[in-house]
């Protein structure tokens, strides 16, 4: 297969993670012979340092031309520090996704058995947990009508949201329970906000065409609580764009780390891949940043275009590295000295030599004495 890849690397950690989502592309470019062009721009802050504009033409140009977008992350102190900046990095991604249209947010949160005592969460509640969570991702309250008064006192931002909005991300959700365990759980505040109520009617309705998933229904609030005390219960998690955020970092605890978790945003003609975590500005260039996310994001990426035995060879080589602990200090703080371009290159050696077990590469590469 052929793909045009965007890499838009961004700011912080960015560049660094997603190298090695480059690397790990490569390799199954070669091993599977598939012809990936991987053509790069700039995005977030280091674009406005460039062109004081967070999604340069150019950069939204060769996202359009492309079949899809490898994401980094963006944000940097200097704006995160100044409420009166009037351009922000930020600002760059919720164009591109609207450019784009890129209404739906899907992120899989999933408890890796190897990390089950790094979980701030005992291991006997979230052993077992595997859930996709479906994010609208272009309307509600980030995108509403924005009120500032004259004198800065009042302020208001709009929720709103259309009946047709809601299907098509709903549809979605939908079919991928079809393929996990059947459930969707719909998390809302539907008694108090009209926008939730129109959710539910929207959503029953949807459900009706798919009479083999069971529809279950959550207030954010008791979702939130439901995350933390038993997230077994949940399959697919279908949610407005505000909930969404604050759920999917929320569930990130799970799995010990948020540079464990990857994410796909998908519309009608475009799909960008990134990991949920931020830019991370006080690891820059210490080789310490977990790119693991980036690099199942990478395994998104093949999947979304079918090519699953590709991405199910990234995700084992991740399981490998974790069981093995080639892991970055912020799951394995005792392991300092491996760093961000070592469990890259670990992922790397298994996709070359996924029946090997790998205890050489340990050896090798990380400067072991004893030779298996």
Same mark, same amino acid.
């Given at each position: 297969?052929?793909?045009?890849?965007?890499?838009?690397?961004?700011?912080?950690?960015?560049?660094?993670?997603?190298?090695?989502?480059? !690397?790990?592309?490569?390799?199954?470019?070669?091993?599977?012979?598939?012809?990936?062009?991987?053509?790069?721009?700039?995005?977030?802050?280091?674009?406005?340092?460039?062109?004081?504009?967070?999604?340069?033409?150019?950069?939204?140009?060769?996202?359009?031309?492309?079949?899809?977008?490898?994401?980094?992350?963006?944000?940097?102190p200097k704006y995160d520090n100044d409420p009166n900046a009037k351009v922000r990095p930020e600002q760059g991604l919720l164009k591109l996704r609207k450019e784009l249209g890129l209404y739906a947010n899907?992120?899989?949160? !999933?408890?890796?058995?190897?990390?089950?005592?790094?979980?701030?969460?005992?291991?006997?509640?979230?052993?077992?947990?595997?859930?996709?969570?479906?994010?609208?991702?272009?309307?509600?309250?980030?995108?509403?009508?924005?009120?500032?008064?004259?004198?800065?006192?009042?302020?208001?931002?709009?929720?709103?949201?259309?009946?047709?909005?809601?299907?098509?991300?709903?549809?979605?959700?939908?079919?991928?329970?079809?393929?996990?365990?059947?459930?969707?759980?719909?998390?809302?505040?539907?008694?108090?906000?009209?926008?939730?109520?129109?959710?539910?009617?929207?959503?029953?309705?949807?459900?009706?065409?798919?009479?083999?998933?069971?529809?279950?229904?959550?207030?954010?609030? =008791?979702?939130?609580?439901?995350?933390?005390?038993?997230? !077994?219960?949940?399959?697919?998690?279908?949610?407005?764009?505000?909930?969404?955020?604050?759920?999917?970092?929320?569930?990130?605890?799970?799995?010990?780390?948020?540079?464990?978790?990857?994410?796909?945003?998908?519309?009608?003609?475009?799909?960008?891949?990134?990991?949920?975590?931020?830019?991370?500005?006080?690891?820059?260039?210490?080789?310490?940043?977990?790119?693991?996310?980036?690099?199942?994001?990478?395994?998104?990426?093949?999947?979304?275009?079918?090519?699953?035995?590709?991405?199910?060879?990234?995700?084992?080589?991740?399981? !490998?590295?974790?069981?093995?602990?080639?892991?970055?200090?912020?799951?394995?703080?005792?392991?300092?000295?491996?760093?961000?371009? =070592?469990?890259?290159?670990?992922?790397?050696?298994?996709?070359?030599?996924?029946?090997?077990?790998?205890? =050489?590469?340990? =050896?090798?590469?990380?400067?072991?004495?004893?030779?298996?």
């Amino acid at each position: 297969m052929k793909l045009k890849i965007a890499v838009l690397p961004g700011d912080g950690i960015g560049p660094e993670v997603t190298g090695q989502a480059v !690397k790990a592309l490569k390799s199954i470019a070669t091993e599977f012979n598939h012809h990936f062009q991987f053509v790069y721009a700039d995005v977030g802050a280091v674009a406005i340092e460039k062109y004081n504009n967070p999604l340069p033409y150019a950069t939204v140009e060769l996202c359009k031309k492309s079949d899809a977008i490898l994401f980094g992350a963006i944000g940097h102190p200097k704006y995160d520090n100044d409420p009166n900046a009037k351009v922000r990095p930020e600002q760059g991604l919720l164009k591109l996704r609207k450019e784009l249209g890129l209404y739906a947010n899907i992120r899989p949160v !999933k408890a890796y058995d190897a990390l089950l005592d790094k979980s701030p969460l005992k291991r006997h509640i979230i052993k077992g947990t595997d859930i996709c969570i479906y994010r609208e991702l272009t309307g509600g309250i980030y995108f509403g009508k924005k009120y500032l008064s004259d004198d800065g006192e009042i302020a208001s931002d709009l929720c709103e949201y259309s009946k047709k909005e809601i299907e098509r991300i709903a549809v979605l959700a939908f079919e991928a329970a079809q393929s996990r365990k059947n459930k969707v759980t719909l998390v809302d505040k539907a008694n108090v906000l009209e926008s939730s109520r129109l959710w539910r009617r929207v959503v029953t309705e949807i459900s009706k065409d798919y009479p083999d998933v069971e529809l279950d229904f959550l207030f954010v609030d =008791n979702a939130a609580m439901q995350l933390i005390l038993n997230p !077994k219960q949940f399959d697919v998690i279908l949610t407005e764009n505000l909930f969404g955020d604050i759920i999917s970092d929320e569930a990130s605890v799970i799995g010990g780390s948020i540079g464990l978790l990857a994410s796909a945003s998908v519309g009608a003609k475009h799909a960008l891949f990134e990991p949920i975590h931020g830019s991370f500005p006080q690891a820059t260039g210490k080789g310490i940043a977990n790119p693991i996310a980036s690099i199942l994001s990478a395994a998104m990426l093949l999947e979304h275009f079918g090519l699953n035995n590709e991405a199910e060879l990234i995700r084992l080589g991740v399981e !490998k590295a974790l069981k093995l602990k080639i892991t970055t200090p912020d799951i394995n703080p005792e392991s300092n000295s491996i760093t961000t371009s =070592n469990v890259g290159d670990f992922i790397e050696d298994f996709i070359y030599n996924p029946k090997d077990t790998n205890h =050489n590469f340990i =050896n090798i590469h990380l400067g072991q004495s004893t030779i298996i």
